[in-house]
């Protein structure tokens, strides 16, 4: 269900679905599911195979686990936390502005505006795939904000 809602934000692309199930264990509840095995199956070099890795996905995630709704508010609070994780990367040089960029209007439309996207939709306005972290040099005080507001709180201890 989460690299599901990860597509869902665009926070991971088809290739990483395939990733995913290739790369960790099957639970029994879907392990022998059609859709999950034409996701192991599927070469991540074939276009066309890949291209329905996210129907794959989300055909598998209806038939087993009838439901979950990627629009609830489980949805929602998977979605922020991956979506924070994700920005974290951000800071640490590890996406380009417009991969940041490029979740805010799905996030947007899927969960209705959320308080924890704070200003990123005007932050990423003009933002096209080729804006350099140099140019885009007001994201890293935005995505600071962000992650301050969302902070959560640490249990005791844990430093």
């Known amino acids: 269900m989460t690299v599901l809602v990860a597509r ?4 991971i ?3 990483d679905i ?14 022998d599911d059609a859709d999950y095995v034409q996701l192991v ?20 995630i209806a038939r087993c686990f009838p439901d979950f709704n ?3 508010d489980e949805a929602k609070e998977i979605a922020r936390k991956l979506f924070l994780r994700r920005i974290r ?10 991969q940041v960029c490029g979740m805010v209007s799905p996030i947007e439309d899927k969960y209705d505006c959320p308080h924890w996207l704070g200003d990123l939709y005007n932050g990423c306005d ?26 959560e709180p640490q249990p005791f201890g844990s430093e």
């Open 8 to 11: 869902e934000i665009e926070a």
């Open 13 to 15: 692309s088809d290739v």
């Open 18 to 31: 395939v990733g995913w199930a290739n790369r960790h264990k099957a639970a029994r509840v879907y392990a």
């Open 41 to 60: 199956r599927c070469n991540p070099r074939n276009a066309v195979n890949l291209a329905k890795a996210h129907g794959h996905l989300r055909s598998l």
């Open 70 to 72: 990627d629009k609830s």
């Open 89 to 98: 990367t951000y800071l640490d040089g590890d996406l380009e502005p417009f």
């Open 126 to 151: 003009w933002m096209d795939e080729n804006a350099t972290r140099e140019q885009a040099s007001h994201l890293r005080w935005m995505i600071e904000q962000i992650l301050a507001e969302n902070a």
